[in-house]
């Protein structure tokens, strides 16, 4: 009788990893290309502020010069834009893991108990 228990238990268990191994599949899916089109736009636009700043820092272009006026624009455009991105990546990065416990939530506690290879923190206190 105890076998049959421990055997229809594990194969609970298994069913409950295939699941938690479904949502992970889907959290790096959606996480990999969002990381992507969020933090490429960003080094761009960080390599771009570094070329502009450089200039203005090292002495180079000082007040006065010709075309100081459009570095110092173009210093702040750069910065703006990757305030923006940081921002959207950094809500991206938040709505995603929220939306990625939740589903874990819903799967609910794993059969047999815990420790499992997936999420141990989970239900541990």
Same mark, same amino acid.
């Given at each position: 009788?105890?076998?049959?228990?421990?055997?229809?238990?594990k194969?609970l268990?298994a069913?409950w990893d295939?699941?938690?191994?479904?949502?992970?599949?889907?959290?790096t899916?959606?996480?990999? @290309?969002?990381?992507f089109?969020l *933090?490429?736009? *960003?080094?761009?636009?960080?390599f +771009? *502020?570094?070329?502009?700043v450089? @200039?203005?820092?090292?002495?180079?272009?000082? +007040?006065g010069l @010709?075309? +100081?006026?459009?570095?110092?624009?173009a210093?702040?455009?750069?910065?703006? *834009?990757?305030?923006?991105?940081?921002?959207?990546?950094?809500?991206?990065?938040?709505?995603?893991?929220?939306?990625?416990?939740?589903?874990?939530?819903?799967?609910? @506690?794993?059969?047999?108990? +815990?420790?499992?290879?997936?999420k141990r923190?989970?239900?541990?206190?």
């Amino acid at each position: 009788m105890t076998q049959a228990i421990d055997a229809d238990q594990k194969e609970l268990a298994a069913a409950w990893d295939k699941r938690c191994w479904k949502v992970q599949l889907k959290y790096t899916a959606v996480l990999l @290309p969002t990381t992507f089109l969020l *933090f490429v736009p *960003f080094s761009v636009a960080l390599f +771009y *502020f570094i070329d502009i700043v450089s @200039p203005l820092m090292s002495g180079e272009l000082v +007040y006065g010069l @010709p075309g +100081y006026y459009e570095y110092q624009e173009a210093k702040d455009d750069a910065l703006i *834009f990757m305030a923006v991105l940081g921002v959207l990546y950094a809500i991206a990065l938040y709505l995603m893991y929220r939306w990625y416990k939740k589903m874990m939530r819903a799967l609910g @506690p794993r059969p047999g108990g +815990y420790p499992g290879k997936w999420k141990r923190w989970l239900c541990a206190e």
